[in-house]
T-cell receptor, first 117, second 116 residues
Framework: GAVVSQHPSRVICKSGTSVKIECRSLDFQATTMFWYRQFPKQSLMLMATSNEGSKATYEQGVEKDKFLINHASLTLSTLTVTSAHPEDSSFYIC?????????????FGNGTRLTVT | AQKITQTQPGMFVQEKEAVTLDCTYDTSDPSYGLFWYKQPSSGEMIFLIYQGSYDQQNATEGRYSLNFQKARKSANLVISASQLGDSAMYFCAMRHSGGSNYKLTFGKGTLLTVNP
């Protein structure tokens, strides 16, 4: 089945530093990738949608200068949390959509738990 | 506006019994898709089952079935013969719009605990 690899699975960084999270589709070309954020015991909140070769579309309330998304190829999207602060600590999870069928199930990475100290 | 509602924050079931997890949705789109995902404590999101708005029959995938009642706008997940490994968070999600506006909106989830 389709596999999405997300790296790193856990990261601890100091306040003010930047952290990059990678999301790769391993056996399919992902026309669209999605980045979600999940606080403990809460649902997934869509942060942004990225299409290969174009700028990401951010959801309302998400700071695009803080959460930089790059979708340079059909198999790789990156999320960079810039100048991280403790309130950015969260679980970040990416998902990828294969092709343009109406309803392929989204394939999710295993998530990245970010802790900012 | 599109909305997914899961009214059960937590559910308990005895091993080998069936359990129904509720999900209602609200959308004005004539075409939409409904998904259920399982999230164990490790965090990954596991796709379970899908129902399209135009599908005539309820979706089934092994022990999972989706009780789709379009008029009531409900898409309940039924897990038969529960197993201890089914203990996890379950999210109902809806795909609304299509093409370049494809988005998946998630409900708040239901934490299922299977008791031995």
């Amino acid at each position: 089945g389709a596999v999405v690899s997300q790296h790193p699975s856990r990261v601890i960084c100091k306040s003010g530093t930047s952290v990059k999270i990678e999301c790769r589709s391993l056996d399919f070309q992902a026309t669209t990738m999605f980045w979600y954020r999940q606080f403990p015991k809460q649902s997934l909140m869509l942060m942004a949608t990225s299409n290969e070769g174009s700028k990401a579309t951010y959801e309302q309330g998400v700071e695009k200068d803080k959460f930089l998304i790059n979708h340079a190829s059909l198999t790789l999207s990156t999320l960079t949390v810039t100048s991280a602060h403790p309130e950015d600590s969260s679980f970040y999870i990416c998902s990828a959509r294969a092709g343009r069928k109406v309803d392929p199930p989204l394939h999710f990475g295993n998530g990245t738990r970010l802790t900012v100290t | 506006a599109q909305k997914i509602t899961q009214t059960q924050p937590g559910m308990f079931v005895q091993e080998k019994e069936a359990v129904t997890l509720d999900c209602t949705y609200d959308t004005s789109d004539p075409s939409y898709g409904l998904f259920w995902y399982k999230q164990p404590s490790s965090g990954e999101m596991i796709f379970l089952i899908y129902q399209g708005s135009y599908d005539q029959q309820n979706a089934t995938e092994g022990r999972y079935s989706l009780n789709f009642q379009k008029a009531r706008k409900s898409a309940n997940l039924v897990i038969s013969a529960s197993q201890l490994g089914d203990s996890a968070m379950y999210f109902c999600a809806m795909r609304h719009s299509g093409g370049s506006n494809y988005k998946l909106t998630f409900g708040k989830g239901t934490l299922l605990t299977v008791n031995p």
